[in-house]
């Protein structure tokens, strides 16, 4: 989620969740291959699939987290605090080239 979302989801939760809420912060849902090929577009490097058993030794630690599906929401969190994420996507940032260089 955009840094502006995030900062405006504190502020929400500290002036109005109830205590002990469980908040989750998720703007959306991103394929981890997405974000590799945009990733790749901004680098000019190919992107390819990894077969599942090989991911472990293709992104070492990371190689568990990879081929999870883990969708999340935040619409509990967007119910009650009133929060409606509004700043661009992951996908639009690093398509601007906003995380290289």
């Known amino acids: 989620m955009h840094v502006a979302d995030a900062a405006r989801l504190v502020r929400l939760a500290v002036e109005g969740a109830p205590p002990g809420s469980v908040l ?3 703007a959306e849902n991103v394929p981890f291959r997405s974000i590799a090929e945009s990733i790749g577009r901004q680098l000019e490097v190919p992107a390819a699939g990894v077969a599942a058993e090989a991911a472990g030794a293709h992104f070492g630690p990371l190689g568990a987290f990879a081929g999870l599906d883990m969708p999340v ?3 509990r969190t967007q119910e009650l605090v009133g929060w409606r994420p509004t700043g661009p996507t992951l996908l639009d ?3 601007a080239g906003r995380y290289t260089r």
């Open 24 to 26: 989750h912060a998720a």
């Open 73 to 75: 929401t935040s619409a």
């Open 93 to 95: 940032d690093l398509d």
